[in-house]
């Protein structure tokens, strides 16, 4: 079965303070997807980066970088130099890709994070 | 990409009554998957919904509680019965592209 443990329950930050949020998976699938979503107040999810398995290359966007390590099974998300708006809760997901269960989403229990001014 | 819209939006509903969200992809999907999530939990999925056949669900869920119809392969219904507080929650459609999970935008149901 598949499992995505987001250890940080709540982050809580200074504006312009560089924070990770930490995302470890498991998973027998060699074939898989992980995503990042954010959740905002009000409600809607929002997505921000898909990786597949085989592509263990980070990525940048903006102040948001993504480290993916299959060794130790962690897909990890930084924000540098945070901001208020960053507030929000974050989602790590893992998704299957073949068989029955492609595209099933298993979820993380979410990280709340809070940036304060 | 996949474009899904989902209604309503949100919702208040009475104890006892049902209350069924519609969620419509404008492209052709197999499948689609209908999530829920409990106030301050994580995503939890409900079912999938097969075009063709009946909808196959999680443990925890059951059809009489939650009926899910897909009549075609660019729409799906999900049906939340005989409605309790604990019912209160945002449900979530999703499609599968490549690559990607695609979800709407939720519906926001509250019980009273």
């Known amino acids: 079965a598949q499992k995505v443990t987001q250890a940080q329950t709540e982050i809580s930050v200074v504006e312009k303070e560089d924070v990770t949020l930490d995302c470890v998976y498991e998973?027998?699938?060699?074939?898989?997807?992980l995503f990042w979503y954010k959740q905002p107040p009000s409600g809607e999810l929002v997505f921000l980066i898909r990786?597949?398995?085989?592509?263990?290359q980070n990525e940048i966007s903006g102040r948001y970088s993504w480290n993916f390590q299959k060794s130790t099974s962690s897909f990890n998300f930084t924000i540098t130099a945070s901001q208020v708006v960053d507030s929000a809760v974050y989602f790590c997901?893992?998704?299957?890709?073949?068989?029955?269960?492609?595209?099933?989403?298993?979820f993380g229990d979410g990280t709340t994070l809070t940036v304060k001014p | 990409s996949a474009v899904i819209s989902q209604k309503p939006s949100r919702d208040i509903c009475q104890r006892g009554t049902s209350l069924t969200i519609q969620c419509q992809v404008d492209?052709?999907?197999?499948?689609m998957f209908w999530y829920r999530q409990q106030p301050g939990q994580s995503l939890t999925l409900i079912a999938t919904a097969n075009q063709g056949s009946e909808a196959t669900y999680e443990s925890g869920f059951v059809i009489d509680k939650f009926p899910i119809s897909r009549p075609n392969l660019t729409f799906s219904t999900l049906t939340v019965s005989n409605m309790s507080p604990e019912d209160s929650s945002i449900y979530l459609c999703?499609?599968?592209?490549?690559?990607?999970?695609?979800f709407g935008q939720g519906t926001r149901l509250t019980v009273v």
């Open positions: 998973t027998r699938d060699t074939t898989y997807y």
């Open positions: 999703s499609v599968h592209g490549t690559g990607e999970a695609f």
């Open positions: 492209s052709q999907v197999t499948m």
């Open positions: 997901a893992l998704s299957e890709v073949e068989g029955t269960n492609a595209g099933k989403s298993t």
């Open positions: 990786r597949n398995s085989f592509d263990e």
